[in-house]
C-alpha cells in the first residue's frame, strides 16, 4: 500500500497519520478547545450536530478515568499522551423546526466527520492525535456517567509526537505512517464491482 496520492490533495490529508509516542508535552486548556471548536462545525445530517466529547489533560482525574478503561495494550504507549478525549454521540435527535426526538440512523457518520475535522486541526497546530477502539466501552461509560442513548464510539489520544525509542521496542517498528489501497480499490463509476 503506497502513501502517494492518486490525485492532487492538500497535504494535511496525507502528512496526518497516528503515531503512538508522544512526548508528555502539556496541552492547554484553550488549545484543546480548538480541536473541539473545528470539531463543532463539521457537517451533520439535518445540522443535528450528535457528537459529545468527554476529555481528560495528563494527569487529572478525567485522564485517569478514560485511562484506566484502555486495553492494556493502549496503556502501555498512552500514558505518555497530553489529553485523552472519549467520543460519543447521541443517539436520538430533535431536527431543527421540530420538538421530537427521533432516532438518528446517521449518528455515527455524523461523529466521524467531527473527528476528522478535529484530527486535522491537531495537525494544524502541531499536535497528533491517535484513535483507539481498544477500551472496555462499558467501564467507560461507567467512568464518565455516560447515560443510554448514547454511543460509545473511541478514545482518542492526543499529544505531540515523540521519538519512536520512547515506545516498547515491540512497537518501535511499527511508528510509520502506513499505506492506502489504491483509489480503484473503493470508488467505482454507477455500478458497484467491489470484490470486498
Not at 445530517?45 to 485522564?63: I, K
Not at 476528522?116 to 461509560?141: D, I, K, P, V, Y
Request: proline share 8%; charged share 15%.
Amino acid at each position: 500500500m503506497s502513501r502517494t496520492p492518486a490525485a492532487p490533495v492538500d497535504s494535511r490529508f496525507v502528512q496526518r497519520w497516528s503515531p503512538r509516542s508522544f512526548t508528555g508535552k502539556p496541552i492547554s486548556a484553550p488549545e484543546l478547545m480548538s480541536l473541539f471548536e473545528a470539531a463543532r462545525w463539521a457537517p451533520s445530517t439535518s445540522n443535528t450536530q450528535p457528537w459529545r466529547f468527554v476529555y481528560g489533560l495528563a494527569g487529572s482525574p478525567g485522564f485517569n478515568a478514560i485511562f484506566e478503561t484502555l486495553a492494556p495494550f493502549n496503556q502501555g504507549w498512552a500514558r505518555a499522551a497530553s489529553a485523552l478525549i472519549a467520543i460519543l454521540s447521541a443517539q436520538q435527535s430533535v431536527a431543527p423546526g421540530t420538538t421530537e426526538a427521533k432516532p438518528s440512523p446517521h449518528h455515527a457518520f455524523d461523529t466521524g466527520a467531527a473527528w476528522m475535522s478535529l484530527a486535522l486541526q491537531a495537525e494544524s497546530m502541531g499536535w497528533r492525535t491517535h484513535a483507539m477502539g481498544g477500551f472496555n466501552a462499558e467501564a467507560l461509560r461507567a467512568q464518565l456517567g455516560v447515560p443510554e442513548g448514547f454511543a460509545v464510539h473511541c478514545v482518542v489520544a492526543v499529544g505531540e509526537q515523540g521519538p519512536r525509542e520512547n515506545l516498547p521496542a515491540a512497537l518501535q517498528e511499527r511508528e510509520a505512517p502506513n499505506g492506502r489501497q489504491a483509489l480503484e480499490a473503493m470508488v467505482d463509476e454507477g455500478r458497484f464491482t467491489f470484490k470486498s
